[in-house]
């Protein structure tokens, strides 16, 4: 069954820490993958999209992802964090049917 | 500047009521989705749909239909709202088929109460 798994369901960091959110999806075909941002009382947005080429993408606020395809996984870093990244973040990916499967969402919190 | 609204922000219902929830999209999208969202649980895929009058029932579809007339609307029915049915619903919008620029695009989300 196509799925994704986040392997963090909350993660509590200080400021200027380094963040590594673990994520596998589990399809064997051509994905498109994604990491949604959701700040607190705003609605998802688009961190970041792998299509093709370059396994290492650049996203919004200094953020990154890696897509390692032997490992099925698209981690999210980011090498300094500020408690502004105070959020919910989603892995998901696309297959071709056009639906998008997205994992349970890992809390991120940032202390001050 | 691309837009998915929603009718409601917040909404309480009873158990028991038919409930009626509208997506509109302003991107000329052909596809189209409603997700419910639970806490440790993620976005979960109700329904989606390919283009107007064509519907796919997604992971969680029981206690729930949908309409699409029009291309730029997607309304979400709760036949008979049931206590369980309380959640955050959110509805979004993508072109078809995979490219470069492929990307869904959300609303604010209806947070519904069934009380």
């Known amino acids: 069954a196509q799925s994704v798994s986040q392997h963090n369901h909350h993660v509590i960091l200080s400021e200027a820490a380094s963040l590594e959110l673990g994520c596998n999806y589990s399809y064997g075909g051509t994905v498109n993958l994604f990491w949604y941002v959701q700040y607190p009382g705003q609605h998802l947005q688009l961190l970041l999209k792998?299509?093709?080429?370059?396994?290492l993408v650049k996203g919004i606020k200094g953020f990154e992802a890696e897509f390692i395809k032997s490992k099925f996984s698209f981690n999210l870093r980011k090498p300094s964090v500020q408690w502004s990244d105070t959020a919910e973040y989603f892995c998901a990916f696309q297959a071709p049917d056009d639906k998008i499967i997205f994992g349970k969402g890992t809390r991120l919190h940032i202390l001050p | 500047d691309v837009k998915v609204t929603q009718s409601s922000r917040y909404l309480v219902k009873r158990t028991g009521e038919k409930v009626f929830l509208e997506c509109v999209q302003d991107?000329?999208?052909?596809?189209m989705f409603w997700y419910r969202q639970d806490p440790g649980l993620g976005l979960r895929l109700i329904y989606f749909s390919y283009d107007v009058k064509m519907k796919e029932k997604g992971d969680i579809p029981e206690g729930y239909s949908v309409s699409r007339e029009k291309k730029e609307r997607f309304s979400l029915i709760l036949e008979s709202a049931s206590t369980n049915q309380t959640s955050m619903y959110l509805c979004?919008?993508?072109?078809?088929?995979?490219?470069?620029?492929?990307?869904?695009?959300f609303g604010p989300g209806t947070r519904l109460t069934v009380l």
């Open positions: 792998y299509f093709s080429g370059d396994p």
């Open positions: 979004a919008s993508s072109p078809p088929g995979l490219t470069i620029d492929n990307e869904q695009f």
């Open positions: 991107m000329d999208h052909e596809n």
